[in-house]
């Protein structure tokens, strides 16, 4: 069996009642936000199956390659929302994130100790011990998960990895802290292979797994040093890094670009993240008044 561990997304196909904003419950103190927020959830009837909730570029790879893959697959998804759930659950309509800076983000997810809150919330929602419930003789686990997303589940995939061995657990990532922490299991990735395997940024992670499920013969061919195998042959395509001469944007179009990149299903969590996708896309605006312009932008957002 495969678990694919794969990313929510901010672009819902519906749109979550009051008190299922995370908002909401954001004056009480986390521990007792996290029993509210599940209250709500668990008294919410107007549900939809996971693999319909979300929307967006990343999920409709991931969408695909499980619908396509000859393996067997049990498809998760890892959500600051509702925990760690299968394709084929039912769950409401919700807004809640591990990304900080937004007014969704989970209770004790902001501020100097946000690490640790997010941490906690991720085990008080259930997401912890459902995830390490993961581990079981010959299983394969495979991971496609966002920066802030994938620190969060980091100490569980830890877990995983020296229950079951690094051969078992393999981990798509560019994300320098999870290389280093996962070791073996991590599978690195780097910009340059999007020309290669298509999409932005955001899809590299499940983009670059879709590519290695295609060519798994069996479970047992996904262990990490294959999937860098198929990576390094992806890299090999790639054309080398180069330095391109930037479009210079006007105001009007670097507020477009910023409002549309707020909008999707990862958006960008600071000035300067946003910063170096915008530089990424061949565009080039003045930094200081990029940071001025994000920030207002996003505050008329909240």
């Known amino acids: 069996m495969v678990h694919c561990v794969l990313a929510c997304t901010a672009s819902k196909t519906l749109v979550p009642k009051k ?32 693999s319909r909730l979300y929307k967006g570029g990343y999920w409709s790879v991931a969408r695909q390659m499980v619908h396509d ?17 299968e394709f084929t659950d039912a769950v ?19 501020g100097p100790g946000g690490h640790s ?16 419930g993961l581990a079981e003789d010959d299983d394969r686990i ?3 998960l966002p920066g802030e997303y994938l620190r969060v589940v980091l100490p569980d ?22 290389i280093d922490a996962l070791g073996t299991s991590a599978v690195p990735l780097e910009g340059r292979m999007r020309s290669v395997l298509g999409g932005p940024t ?9 590519r290695v499920m295609e060519q798994a013969a069996t479970p047992a061919d996904l ?31 670097v507020e477009n670009w910023v409002r549309e990149a707020l909008a999707s299903e990862t958006p960008p969590t600071s000035a300067s993240a946003a910063l170096r996708q915008f530089r990424d896309a061949g565009f080039a605006y003045e930094q200081k008044k990029f940071g001025r312009l994000f920030r207002r932008i996003q505050g008329d957002q909240e």
């Open 223 to 253: 262990t990490p040093g294959r999937c860098r195998q198929v990576m390094a042959d992806v890299l090999e395509e790639a054309p080398a890094t180069t330095y391109p001469k930037r479009l210079r944007q006007h105001e009007w179009q």
């Open 117 to 132: 809150g997010r941490l906690a919330w991720w085990k008080m929602i259930g997401g912890r011990d459902a995830l390490r």
């Open 92 to 110: 409401p309509a919700y807004a809640a994130t591990f990304n900080p800076g937004h007014s969704d983000t989970v209770p004790g997810g902001d």
């Open 157 to 178: 995939l830890q877990v995983l990895q020296a229950q079951l061995g690094a051969r078992a657990l393999s981990v798509f990532t560019t994300d320098t802290e999870a």
């Open 202 to 210: 955001g899809q590299l992670t499940v983009r670059a797994l879709a």
């Open 69 to 85: 893959t000859h393996l067997p697959v049990r498809a998760w998804v890892a959500s600051a929302g509702v925990g760690l759930r």
């Open 19 to 50: 008190q299922l904003r995370v908002r909401q419950h954001k004056h009480l103190l986390p521990h007792i936000a996290a029993l509210s927020w599940l209250d709500e959830l668990n008294a919410a009837d107007d549900r939809v199956k996971i």
């Open 142 to 144: 495979v991971v496609a």
